[in-house]
């Protein structure tokens, strides 16, 4: 009897899933074109005007990355995903096109990890949770809405709560270069910047590497976790793809 070989493929890690996309992004933030890295929701048909409520706040009080968004009927395909019956899509941009960005400027980044910030009066002040990505198979702040680890409805109403958010490192002789990136995002549709940090020192309670720099970023999913905050069903998949940024429209449109 002829023996059969089995293969097994290695686990993917999700700091090597973040490299993988951020290294596609061609999102230019002045000219507003460009790939971005989106990520997808689905909600009941049902829900959709409570969505974009949600949405809309979200943007205003700079708890979500961007207001640029692109939603999908049922039956609809989303590159080769269709939307269920009585269900809607939701594409939204994911933080990590931040470190396209960085990478496509020649600046090397250590994504740490994902987790949860402790925000007071509007400032964010510590994570309280944090699942490092080159640990994890699963996205972070995806175990994180499941674990109903969010007040994010707080945060937008009240000003304190615990929002999503990531964090990344960089080496403190790109400070000019990642200084010029972020410049260009402050009149670009990216809005997630949360804190950028000092070198050597720990950001938000975070350590960083020896000569490093760490940034913190808003989490992609926070509208989707203020969604379900609202008692509403609300299935996330982060990092799902890559997508013109001119095939999204401003929530505050709708």
Not at 85 to 95: E, Q, V
Not at 197 to 212: K, R
Not at 239 to 246: E, S, T
């Amino acid at each position: 009897m002829s023996e059969i070989s089995i293969m097994t493929l290695p686990l993917k890690f999700v700091n090597h899933n973040i490299e993988d996309f951020a290294i596609q992004v061609t999102f230019d933030p002045i000219a507003g074109e460009g790939k971005v890295v989106y990520n997808l929701s689905l909600i009941k048909n049902e829900d959709l005007d409570f969505a974009v409520s949600i949405l809309k706040d979200a943007n205003k009080t700079g708890v979500s990355v961007s207001g640029m968004v692109k939603f999908f009927s049922s039956g609809e395909k989303v590159a080769d995903f269709v939307i269920p019956k009585g269900l809607t899509g939701i594409c939204t941009m994911c933080s990590i096109t931040f470190d396209g960005l960085l990478i496509r400027r020649g600046i090397p980044i250590n994504p740490i990890g994902g987790g949860v910030v402790e925000i007071e009066n509007r400032t964010p002040i510590r994570f309280t949770h944090i699942i490092l990505y080159e640990y994890t198979t699963i996205d972070p702040l995806q175990v994180l809405i499941s674990q109903k680890t969010t007040s994010v409805t707080n945060v937008m109403r009240l000003g304190s709560g615990n929002i999503l958010a990531n964090i990344r490192e960089f080496h403190m002789e790109a400070e000019p270069l990642v200084g010029s990136v972020l410049d260009e995002l402050s009149s670009s549709s990216y809005s997630g910047i949360l804190e950028v940090g000092m070198p050597n020192l720990s950001l938000l309670g975070v350590p960083v590497s020896p000569q490093y720099v760490a940034i913190a970023a808003v989490g992609g999913t926070n509208p989707m976790a203020a969604i379900r905050e609202g008692g509403r069903w609300v299935q996330t998949q982060a990092m799902k793809g890559l997508m013109d940024i001119r095939e999204m429209e401003e929530i505050r449109d709708y």
